[in-house]
């Protein structure tokens, strides 16, 4: 007998914990202030080892999880912005994402962890 099994398309990743994520930010705070320009962004404490706030447009923000796919509880670093601002990596294993948070270069091979966003009224809600 032969069992065949699918992939699932909506598997974010092998080893992230699912950590409840509600969070609420301004984007006009003065602690934030690269979420007032496109390309910008800014990290908080939240997620399970934190989360990147990306801004796309004036009304458009993606939220990714800190933790690299490929080894979530590597404690030698998190998903960064890289220097060039063009891109996220992370220091350990070295692979990178677009800021849609998709793989660009491996070893990951899962995209980042996306958390839910909505904005009103200048408040960021972040969720999961």
Known sequence: MVILTACDSDNP??????VPVSE????????????RLDGGYAYIQAGYRGI???RQTANSYYA???????????????VSVDQSNL???HSCCGSQFNFQGNVTAGPAVYGLLQYKTSLANNILYISN
């Open 13 to 18: 990743g092998p080893g992230i914990p699912n």
């Open 24 to 35: 609420q930010i301004s984007v006009n705070s003065l602690q934030y202030p690269m979420l």
């Open 52 to 54: 990147i706030i990306i």
């Open 64 to 78: 990714f999880e800190r933790a690299c796919p490929y080894d979530p509880d590597a404690s030698c670093g998190v």
């Open 87 to 89: 891109f996220l990596t």
